[in-house]
T-cell receptor, first 115, second 116 residues
Framework: AQSVTQLGSHVSVSEGALVLLRCNYS??????LFWYVQYPNQGLQLLLK??????LVKGINGFEAEFKKSETSFHLTKPSAHMRDAAEYFC?????????????FGTGTRLTIIP | GAVVSQHPSRVICKSGTSVKIECRSL??????MFWYRQFPKQSLMLMAT?????????EQGVEKDKFLINHASLTLSTLTVTSAHPEDSSFYIC????????????FGPGTRLTVL
């Protein structure tokens, strides 16, 4: 079975500051890892995903994440926060299954940007 | 592209009634759709996987007679909460996977169900 843990249900950063959202995973086999963003009253939108290619993954809106097997981590970062980044962020894991992958989500981190 | 809609976005019903939630893929055909439930301040929990033209596969602990899923076409899946009770109040989210999309899912905006 696989799982993800997101440390910190709420994170606040100042506009222009570094954003760091933490995610650790547990998996019996090499996993696929995802970050999704959810804006108010909208569906989840895929930010980026890792599927066993390059360990540093670049996503949309300036976000990136690095897969670190030794630390079982997949933390999300952005060098400079914008007000529009305020949202709920979910880390998710799935196991490779020939197109039948199921996602297991973390509990989410609400990111607040301080003007 | 890859837009998924849900209807209604919000519904309030009396205890004992049934509620139907629709999930549509607007610009692609989805052979597989997923239904999730999200409690306040908790993660999305997968309820069931729905494949067009076949019976849904329910996750452990999800009552299939309570949560009826129908995936009659490649663009529509419905979730019916039968004989709803206050403990069924939650945020229900669907997602859709196009053919040959591998692991990618596209999510709907969710439906907030409140059972009085």
């Amino acid at each position: 079975a696989q799982s993800v843990t997101q440390l910190g249900s709420h994170v606040s950063v100042s506009e222009g500051a570094l954003v760091l959202l933490r995610c650790n995973y547990s998996s019996s086999v090499p996993p696929y890892l995802f970050w999704y963003v959810q804006y108010p009253n909208q569906g989840l939108q895929l930010l980026l995903k890792y599927t066993s290619a390059a360990t540093l993954v670049k996503g949309i809106n300036g976000f990136e994440a690095e897969f670190k097997k030794s630390e079982t981590s997949f933390h999300l970062t952005k060098p400079s926060a914008h007000m529009r980044d305020a949202a709920e962020y979910f880390c998710a894991v799935s196991l490779p299954n020939f197109g039948n992958e199921k996602l297991t989500f973390g509990t989410g981190t609400r990111l607040t940007i301080i003007p | 592209g890859a837009v998924v809609s849900q209807h209604p976005s919000r519904v309030i019903c009396k205890s004992g009634t049934s509620v139907k939630i629709e999930c549509r893929s607007l610009d692609f055909q989805a052979t597989t759709m997923f239904w999730y439930r999200q409690f306040p301040k908790q993660s999305l929990m997968l309820m069931a996987t729905s494949n067009e033209g076949s019976k849904a596969t329910y996750e452990q602990g999800v009552e299939k007679d309570k949560f009826l899923i129908n995936h009659a076409s490649l663009t529509l899946s419905t979730l019916t909460v039968t004989s709803a009770h206050p403990e069924d109040s939650s945020f229900y989210i669907c997602s859709a996977r196009p053919p040959l999309a591998g692991d990618e899912q596209f999510f709907g905006p969710g439906t907030r169900l409140t059972v009085l």
